[in-house]
T-cell receptor, first 110, second 113 residues
């Protein structure tokens, strides 16, 4: 299974953009990049996913490097409610399983 | 939609007792997943079903764990006998199809004393 590397934690100020990095140097051509987040005492929540092109939705944007060996989740204007653990996950196209790492704990300062 | 429903939300039991965790997936979703989360090991996939059929149970830790999905709207995860090392938060998730996002329930926090 391809692995991802994320910083253990990051801090950001409220109402500022947040860029959460993820390295996945062993990604294969058919692996999808998924991001989930887990708020305190809740189940994980889907954020966004992509394959090659950058993706946008109501929650965030996903910027994927041209060589696909890294990606960045962008929260355009962080709020206190965005404080959570963010997981970057590779999903093989032939395997439905999500292999979860330790994630990045995002701390938002008011 | 009510989302994925799990019960109970909290369970405290003594070692050796049988524990049954329950899950109701989102209507229309044909994939169902059971996960376990601990501080030491993070989130681990235990088993998943497609159209009520178990597809991969390689994550089930041992024979004390079993899971069933008798119909499209209900699944159980049973631990018999329970041990203190089974203490964790157990999540159920469902998905509409292959490659779509998974929706998680609120989890069941299990404590085995």
């Amino acid at each position: 299974d391809a692995k991802t590397t994320q910083p253990n934690s990051m801090e950001s100020n409220e109402e500022e953009p947040v860029h959460l990095p993820c390295n996945h140097s062993t990604i294969s051509g058919t692996d999808y990049i998924h991001w989930y987040r887990q708020l305190p005492s809740q189940g994980p929540e889907y954020v966004i996913h992509g394959l090659t092109s950058n993706v946008n939705n109501r929650m965030a944007s996903l910027a994927i490097a041209e060589d696909r060996k890294s990606s960045t989740l962008i929260l355009h204007r962080a709020t206190l409610r965005d404080a959570a653990v963010y997981y970057c996950i590779l999903r093989e196209n032939s395997n439905y399983q999500l292999i979860w790492g330790a994630g990045t704990k995002l701390i938002i300062k008011p | 939609d009510a989302g994925v429903i799990q019960s109970p939300r909290h369970e405290v039991t003594e070692m050796g007792q049988e524990v049954t965790l329950r899950c109701k997936p989102i209507s229309g979703h044909d994939y169902l997943f059971w996960y376990r989360q601990t501080m030491m090991r993070g989130l681990e996939l235990l088993i998943y079903f497609n159209n009520n059929v178990p597809i991969d149970d390689s994550g089930m830790p041992e024979d004390r764990f079993s899971a069933k999905m008798p119909n499209a709207s209900f699944s159980t995860l049973k631990i018999q006998p329970s041990e203190p090392r089974d203490s964790a938060v157990y999540f159920c998730a469902s998905s509409i199809s292959y490659a779509y996002e998974q929706y998680f329930g609120p989890g069941t926090r299990l404590t085995v004393t």
